[in-house]
């Protein structure tokens, strides 16, 4: 300690001039200053915070999970609604990209696509269409041509499946 004192006293005062009292240098201060700054650097730049991003790995694989279960989605709110009549035991829906719904007929046909539509009782469903979502109440048969529908009815009958990635469900 007391050798760090006569540094400090050495740094900190001039040569005893009789005109003049002790006091700090320039060269003294801008000592000091240095110090301060360099002290202070040093101190900000050894964290902790390369040790937390070394030791951060990204996982092996994602984490998402397959579910078994169905899943349903309600229509968009703002989608176009329009019904088909049933005309002579028949009704063909053509409207694509619309909410339809059809009464209780003998033959119904799908000919649209990405579209949703809600059947009666029908004796024969054709869906010659894509991307539509049907639920019926009670279908005999049913017929799917199209690729990538889903014909969901309260009794599930057997379908004939000339398309790919349909999906046919029992309420």
Same mark, same amino acid.
């Given at each position: 300690?007391?050798?760090?004192?006569?540094?400090?006293?050495?740094?900190?005062?001039?040569?005893?001039?009789?005109?003049?009292?002790?006091?700090?240098?320039?060269?003294?201060?801008?000592?000091?200053?240095?110090? &301060?700054? !360099? =002290?202070?650097? *040093?101190?900000? $730049?050894?964290?902790?915070?390369? @040790?937390?991003? #070394?030791?951060?790995?990204?996982?092996?694989?994602?984490?998402?999970?397959?579910?078994?279960?169905?899943?349903?989605?309600?229509?968009?709110?703002?989608?176009?609604?329009?019904?088909?009549?049933?005309?002579?035991?028949?009704?063909?829906?053509?409207?694509?990209?619309?909410?339809?719904?059809?009464?209780?007929? &003998?033959? !119904? =046909?799908?000919? *649209?696509?990405? $579209?949703?539509?809600?059947?009666? @009782?029908?004796? #024969?469903?054709?869906?010659?269409?894509?991307?539509?979502?049907?639920?019926?109440?009670?279908?005999?048969?049913?017929?799917?041509?199209?690729?990538?529908?889903?014909?969901?009815?309260?009794?599930?009958?057997?379908?004939?499946?000339?398309?790919?990635?349909?999906?046919?469900?029992?309420?």
């Amino acid at each position: 300690m007391k050798h760090e004192m006569e540094i400090l006293s050495v740094l900190f005062t001039e040569p005893e001039h009789p005109m003049r009292p002790k006091h700090f240098t320039r060269h003294s201060l801008a000592l000091l200053g240095a110090l &301060a700054l !360099v =002290t202070t650097l *040093a101190a900000c $730049s050894a964290t902790d915070g390369d @040790a937390d991003r #070394d030791a951060a790995k990204p996982s092996s694989s994602p984490t998402a999970t397959k579910t078994t279960e169905p899943q349903y989605f309600a229509p968009p709110a703002d989608i176009e609604k329009s019904a088909v009549e049933c005309t002579d035991g028949a009704a063909t829906v053509t409207q694509s990209n619309q909410e339809v719904t059809v009464p209780d007929c &003998a033959k !119904v =046909t799908i000919d *649209a696509s990405n $579209s949703v539509v809600h059947l009666g @009782a029908v004796e #024969d469903l054709v869906v010659t269409g894509s991307i539509n979502d049907v639920a019926a109440k009670a279908v005999t048969t049913i017929t799917v041509t199209g690729n990538g529908n889903r014909v969901t009815s309260d009794n599930g009958p057997k379908p004939k499946d000339g398309g790919q990635q349909n999906v046919f469900e029992k309420r």
